[in-house]
T-cell receptor, first 114, second 111 residues
């Protein structure tokens, strides 16, 4: 099973709302990622978790707060977002070591901030 | 950090023709080079990859070549079909074990 799942598929939120995006994988991967993708652009790395610990934060504003409750789950908590944060948010997972570098993406959450 | 350049940004071919997309990278320590296909509104899908100890890899109509000396790698699609139309991203795995993506190539295959 090479599937990464994400919920919700679509999310519309106001600038004062608090919402969360969820990601799940059951491939035994110990690295999980959040990416942001704008239209016609490549995925842009936001955060990396390795063995459930935050290893990379690409200078993401604090209105985005990641959480990795266990090795299968990854959340992204959203608060006080701006309209320019509207984008496709992709979760991905991969092995951490052993030469298995394949990174698999979830279907994404299409976020609109009004 | 790693920098990946991808060309062309758009590529239009007739069905049955071949398509070639080229990428260059800057970090000589990069050791893994995947290619992703992304259809409109869908997730990036890994279609083929190559490791730095291999010069070429083929999977049916798709092949990837790697020239470590020149630091460039290419995606070759033969006998293109309309369903190959999508945006293709190359990427390189660098020193921090993260992927750096090229800007993408929109491939249009006309029937």
């Amino acid at each position: 099973d090479t599937e990464v799942t994400q919920t919700p598929k679509h999310l519309v939120m106001g600038m004062t709302n608090k919402k969360s995006l969820k990601c799940e994988q059951h491939m035994g991967h110990r690295a999980m990622y959040w990416y942001k993708q704008k239209a016609k652009k490549p995925p842009e790395l936001m955060f990396v978790y390795s063995y459930e610990k935050l290893s990379i934060n690409e200078s993401v504003p604090s209105r985005f707060s990641p959480e990795c409750p266990n090795s299968s789950l990854l959340n992204l908590h959203l608060h006080a977002l701006q309209p320019e944060d509207s984008a496709l948010y992709l979760c991905a997972s991969s092995q951490v070591s052993g030469g298995e570098y394949e990174q698999y993406f979830g279907p994404g959450t299409r976020l609109t901030v009004t | 950090g790693e920098n990946v350049e991808q060309h062309p940004s758009t590529l239009s071919v007739q069905e049955g023709d071949s398509a070639v997309i080229k990428c260059t990278y800057s970090d000589s320590a990069s050791n893994y080079f995947p290619w992703y296909k992304q259809e409109l509104g869908k997730r990036p899908q890994l279609i083929i990859d190559i490791r730095s100890n291999v010069g070429e890899k083929k999977d049916q109509r798709i092949a990837v070549t790697l020239n470590k000396t020149a630091k460039h790698f290419s995606l070759h699609i033969t006998e293109t079909q309309p369903e190959d139309s999508a945006v293709y991203f190359c990427a390189a795995r660098g020193g921090y074990s993260t992927l750096t993506f090229g800007k993408g190539t929109m491939l249009l295959v006309s029937p």
